[in-house]
């Protein structure tokens, strides 16, 4: 099947509707690279990557193994050349940079990496194996894995497949039509949104999930840039809960959305504080001790936007300054 769409995709005609029957955003072609296709359809690939056997040597048939066709169609070669390299892909294994395949044998299947031509030249020839390296890499146990439909809470628009592992690491299913069928197989089983307790924070999983662009084809082969820490991005709103309730004091000059008219009070203070003094300068004794007053309330009504304290839970005054700004 890779090897004819590599087949098919050589012309502009037949790529644009292979893109449009598999939804394809990203790539203006099929991925050349057997893994790349792999991992269109397999969530987690490479989850398990630190635990890879060993290259070891091993004759693989190639009815089991993506490989590629870019450049070039096997049916080109004359018969004398294509003997003598179907021979020599049959018996010689070479160096690791000559033939490299990664073995999924939870899969069933091999991934050519170095090598990824002659598999479709194997192929067309009905040779029965190729002499390659081989490295062993397996998949999470499927009982790991639990494919999450989309949700159907009332105003939901979300039509997302998930696949979580672990109950705790999330990735986007971009093909679930052929995904799906194949975890089936694999042993996977599917759920609905409100079965999985850590999927409960609904919003902000899609808020994390479109800011991130996990919805996306991802070129990536690091798994983590792929995925959705669910535990992360709980403790993260957690955090922001606590802070949020967390009680704090604020001045009155500072409560939001009302906000104290500094200058005017300055003004009035400065004013009377001009009056008490005069009133301090008169010979009289009556009018020494109403300037005294006046002076008092001046001074009171400077230092009581300091002194005034009001205590509350943060979220209120964050509400308030984000309106007023």
Not at 306 to 322: E, Q
Request: glycine share 6%; hydrophobic share 40%.
């Amino acid at each position: 099947m890779k090897v004819s769409l590599d087949y098919m995709c050589r012309g502009s005609g037949t790529l644009q509707v292979h893109n449009e029957a598999t939804s394809s955003q990203q790539y203006n072609q099929v991925p050349a690279h057997p893994e790349e296709f792999l991992r269109l359809i397999v969530p987690f690939l490479n989850w398990e990557q630190a635990h890879e056997s060993r290259p070891f040597q091993a004759f693989v048939n190639p009815s089991y193994t993506l490989g590629a066709n870019i450049g070039g169609y096997p049916e080109d070669l004359s018969d004398t050349e294509a003997t003598v390299r179907a021979e020599r892909y049959a018996r010689v294994f070479g160096s690791i940079d000559d033939a490299h395949y990664t073995w999924y044998p939870d899969l069933g299947l091999f991934a050519a990496g170095e090598g990824k031509h002659r598999v479709a030249f194997m192929l067309h020839h009905r040779q029965p194996a190729i002499a390659t390296w081989v490295s062993e890499q397996k998949l999470p146990c499927a009982d790991r894995f639990a494919i999450v439909r989309p949700p159907r809470t009332s105003g939901s628009a979300e039509r997302e497949w998930l696949i979580i592992l672990d109950r705790r690491y999330a990735q986007v299913l971009r093909r679930p039509h052929i995904s799906r069928p194949l975890l089936a197989a694999y042993g996977v089983r599917e759920y609905d949104w409100s079965e999985i307790k850590e999927l409960s924070a609904e919003r902000e999983i899609w808020t994390a999930i479109y800011s991130r662009g996990l919805h996306l084809e991802q070129s990536s082969r690091d798994e983590m840039k792929r995925t959705l820490d669910l535990r992360e991005l709980a403790e993260a709103s957690r955090k922001v809960a606590d802070e949020s309730a967390e009680q704090v004091e604020w001045r009155i000059d500072q409560v939001a959305p009302l906000r104290l008219k500094v200058k005017r009070m300055i003004c009035q203070i400065a004013a009377m504080g001009l009056v008490g003094g005069l009133c301090l300068l008169l010979p009289s004794d009556e009018l020494r001790s109403i300037g005294v007053g006046i002076l008092g309330v001046a001074v009171g009504l400077l230092s009581s936007p300091i002194l005034l304290r009001l205590r509350g839970p943060r979220r209120f005054m964050i509400k308030y300054d984000n309106r007023a700004g």
